[in-house]
């Protein structure tokens, strides 16, 4: 079929619609049978007109003439009969009436109407000759194509059939990642076995549960003569095909053939499956790399960690109080140095400290023939390898690990962990750069990351990056501040709030200048060994302690009014500490409370709980579990600008409990809090391996990674 009569019907068209305007349209006598449907043309070119589109008078005017033009068109057409007449009178007013529900719908916009009037009449012309509507559809909107389409006029249209099917076919183009769900509406789409191929590649595990279903559109998918859909389709119908899906891109490419995974698969619990994982994972790393981008790596990495933390991470956890480590870590027997640093990269945020330090890390190098860090970054072509500088930095691990390798690889791995922060769409690059930095104490490689900072802020500042501009600045200003000689003042310099001392004016209620402090306290052995440690520190003449059912508050008598609020530590087994922790919430909460202090008394697998429970107004968050610090975005996404303290490896009783005696005795005293002068207070009163331990501590002046984060939304908001 040519496209000349569409040509010549929308001259046609065209020339009328100029000609009526010239002529103001002679309408021919209507008969009174008719004289209804034209009554209700008008009264719906009436109620377009009273929506007040953004259409100009003109345009509107210029409309109502060719819907007019159209009527008498339709009663001059000695072709219709009059059943004929009334249809197309029909339609004309379902076109404006389909026009007023859509755009009262916010479906279709005003400056739409004209086109859509004009596309109508050119289909109506079609349709008098004989000619299919598909080629209009085709050229037009969806909005205006499925109104169209769904007018009771072009009911019988050879081509309204193809123009639905046009229409699906071009919402799932428009929206490519919910193919399957419109398809899931019109299964018999003529476009569908190439839409589901589409769809299939776009996301196999979507595929798969469509394909699973015993309905239209999954025996449609079953059908499909296309290698990755009939592969998809066939794992779709058995138990275990979630299974396989990690090796999607693999098993479709021939690289390895299915009926090798099978065993793998059948015991998927085992440290095998684990391993082939691991395998994957590297070869789709160097594949990604190339700039390659395998089927389903997102499900590979996803099950690597679920494989993790559930065969391995899990129970080495659990045994966290078991003096022996050839019995705690047996679980990692037989797992290579590679299948180890996957454990750390995958699992970091269920991983305890210790399972890291002397568990993973350890072991890494032990099985290594040689023990290079640069080995084992090429054995793994570097993949996750930011991840790790940023877990051992976060570990106090990192100046191990750059010791073990080159000097010159050493700093082309700094070189790339440093540059290109601004081309990523999170700051947690950054972050991980501002973190590391502190936790590295090699005077060559600290100066090697702040001249690779400078020489990227000076690339920002040349290709005019914005965000790479306020990223490097930033970083620079932190690494310098570093340096005392420098003398930089952090909050006059950023804008924030104060660093290196915290005011007591900003802890106090502006309104009775109360200090509220809360503590969060768990109901396992060790918790209730702490908190009667806690309360015995405060059984003195300046404090007076008062107990309540489910928690206890501590008053000072004398100086600032300060109230510590700490629940009881109840039995864990039944969660009556988190229902006291709750209690207690909502006490705080119904009596305007706002605690400023926010203190976690815990082990690190409590520390979720807590952040999940944190006062939003907290100035001062100290985290006393382990490894706290890898939590600091969780509690700033909480408490926005907080001091944090927090442990980098070990949080011990002792410690937490000296800073809380020292925070609160000078809050009671009305002094400010300055982060330099209680540390240094600190450092004297703590000996041996608890000095050790408080030397992993990282007091708020020195938490460039939250000072980062707080400073960045500050000079840097639409991010």
Known sequence: MTRTPYFLIGFLVFTIGISTLKAQVEMPTIPAMRQLHHEYILLSLEQIESLNPTLSPKDIAQVKLHVEAMRASIELNNQLDNNGKFKWLRGVNELLSGFISAYQSRII?????????????????????????????KDNTINIGRILVQNFAFKENIGTAASKDLIVLKQCQKTPDRILSILSLNPTNRYADSLITIAGFRNPEELY???????????????????????????????TGRMYFPFLDNIYNGVTPIDSITPFVLNDTSKAYYKLLVKTRIQYAERIQRGDTPMASNILTAKLKSKAVEVFINEINALHNEKSDLIRFKKLDGLSPVELYYLAVVAEDEMYTSSFVSGVYPRIFARMVIPRSADLLQL???????????????????????????????????????????????????????????????IS????????????????????????????????????????????????????????????????????????????FYGDKDGLVVFNSFLNKFRNPNWQIIKKSQWVEVHSVRGVPVTIYANLPLDEKLELDEKAQDSLNHYLSSNA?????????????YLKNTINKLPAGAKLVLVGSCGGYQKLNEVLDICPGAHIISSKQIGTGMINQGLIDVICENLRLGKNLNWPAIWSSL???????????????VPPHKNLGAIFITAYNKAYPSD
């Not at 409370?593 to 697998?605: K, L």
């Not at 450092?683 to 501590?697: H, L, Q, W």
Request: glycine share 4%; net charge positive.
């Open 380 to 442: 793994v072509k570097h993949d996750y390898y930011k991840k790790f500088l940023k877990i051992a930095a976060s570990y106090n691990m990192l100046d191990d690990f750059l010791s073990r390798m080159d000097t010159w690889d050493a700093e082309k791995l700094i070189k790339g962990f440093v540059n290109g922060l601004e081309k990523t769409n999170t700051l947690e690059d950054a972050v991980d750069v501002a973190d590391s930095y502190a936790s590295i104490y090699t």
């Open 209 to 239: 549960n469509y394909a699973a279903a015993p309905n239209a559109l999954g025996k449609k998918i079953q059908s499909v003569n296309h290698p990755f859909v009939k592969l998809v389709a066939r794992l779709s119908l058995t138990k």
């Open 683 to 697: 450092a004297i009163r703590f000996k041996g391996s608890t000095k050790e331990k408080f030397d992993d501590y």
């Open 445 to 520: 490689l600290k100066k090697l990351i702040l001249s690779q900072v400078q020489n990227e802020l000076l690339r920002c500042k040349n290709l005019q990056s914005k965000r790479g501009v306020v990223i490097y600045d930033l970083l620079n200003t932190l690494f310098l501040s570093m340096d005392s000689t420098n003398k930089i003042n952090l909050s006059a310099r950023l804008g924030i709030m104060p660093v290196y001392e915290l005011p007591i004016t900003l802890l106090r209620d502006s309104i009775n200048g109360k200090i509220a402090i809360q503590q969060f």
């Open 593 to 605: 409370i706002q605690p400023t202090v926010a203190i976690h008394r815990g082990h690190s697998y």
């Open 109 to 137: 916009a005003a400056d739409q109407y004209p086109l859509l009037v004009k596309s109508f009449d050119v289909a109506m012309q079609a349709d008098w000759i004989g000619l299919s509507i598909e080629p209009i559809i």
